[in-house]
């Protein structure tokens, strides 16, 4: 009897660790694909959040606010801390950036 209990917590414990590998490599992965999502734009002399929102106002549905706090949690700055030549990454996708170019 001691046998059929051990070797269900075996299967336990194996399937348990297969979950977590899986859940982590699935959480990695995304995250990837999340930073690979967005614009990384340089900031240039007199650049403001306030005007990048605006500037890119078709490719995101927040409000100035909510771009300017998003772009600010995202990047680990404060909108008076922006110099320019930095490069930070705005909540615009990729896919919208290229119609973008292409449409200009």
């Given amino acids: 009897m001691k046998k059929q209990g051990q070797s269900g917590w075996s299967f336990v414990i ?3 660790t297969i979950m977590l590998i899986m859940g982590s490599y699935t959480f990695i992965s995304n995250q990837a694909k999340a930073d690979q999502s967005y ?3 340089t900031i240039e002399q007199g ?3 306030w005007e990048l929102s605006e500037k890119f106002q078709g490719g995101h549905k927040l409000s100035p606010d909510e771009f ?3 772009v600010e949690q995202e990047n680990e700055l ?3 801390q922006l110099q320019p030549g930095e490069t930070v990454v705005i909540p615009v996708s990729t896919e919208t950036k ?3 170019i292409a449409s200009n």
């Fill in 14 to 16: 194996v399937f348990v």
């Fill in 39 to 41: 614009v990384n734009i």
């Fill in 47 to 49: 650049d403001t959040l």
């Fill in 68 to 70: 300017i706090q998003w």
């Fill in 78 to 80: 404060h909108a008076e």
């Fill in 98 to 100: 290229m119609v973008q």
